[in-house]
């Protein structure tokens, strides 16, 4: 069914316009893109809040803190075993440059996060 007025032209598919079913998919791929929800998550919450985005950007919201809360009970090794380094850092920097410093030592600085960081400090 196509609904039509002078300024827009809008697609209804169930009870949703198509612009905010584009918008359902714009919300979970930036969550999928961020690691806070698996591809295979997406189609149930496509479908279990396809009538309301503010309590999809609320789970959403929520599963990511969760997964910040995650990744800063692992330590520092462990991140990096499990290629999870870069997504702390992404999402809690502090938190990233605490392990850091309790790692090696020094504050992580861009550029200069390598073992002879000490070294090349010394003979400055």
Same mark, same amino acid.
């Given at each position: 069914?196509?609904?039509?007025n002078?300024?827009?032209?809008? $697609?209804v598919?169930?009870?949703l316009?198509l612009?905010? =079913? !584009? !918008?359902?998919?714009?919300? @979970?791929?930036?969550?999928?893109?961020?690691?806070?929800?698996?591809p295979? #998550? &997406?189609?149930? =919450?496509?479908?279990?809040?396809?009538?309301? @985005?503010?309590? @999809?950007?609320?789970? #959403?919201? +929520? &599963?990511?803190?969760?997964r910040?809360?995650? #990744? +800063?009970? &692992?330590?520092? @090794?462990? =991140? !990096?075993?499990?290629? &999870?380094?870069?997504?702390?850092?992404?999402?809690?920097?502090?938190?990233?440059?605490? $392990?850091?410093? !309790?790692?090696?030592g020094?504050d992580?600085?861009?550029? #200069?996060?390598?073992?002879?960081?000490?070294?090349?400090?010394? +003979?400055?």
């Amino acid at each position: 069914m196509q609904i039509t007025n002078s300024k827009i032209k809008t $697609k209804v598919v169930g009870s949703l316009t198509l612009p905010a =079913l !584009e !918008e359902v998919e714009k919300i @979970l791929y930036k969550a999928y893109q961020e690691k806070t929800i698996p591809p295979m #998550l &997406m189609p149930e =919450l496509r479908e279990d809040y396809k009538n309301s @985005l503010d309590e @999809l950007k609320a789970v #959403l919201e +929520k &599963m990511s803190a969760e997964r910040t809360d995650y #990744l +800063k009970q &692992m330590s520092y @090794l462990e =991140l !990096e075993d499990n290629s &999870m380094i870069a997504e702390l850092q992404q999402r809690d920097y502090d938190a990233f440059n605490k $392990k850091y410093r !309790e790692q090696f030592g020094v504050d992580f600085i861009s550029g #200069l996060h390598n073992k002879n960081f000490k070294t090349i400090i010394s +003979k400055s």
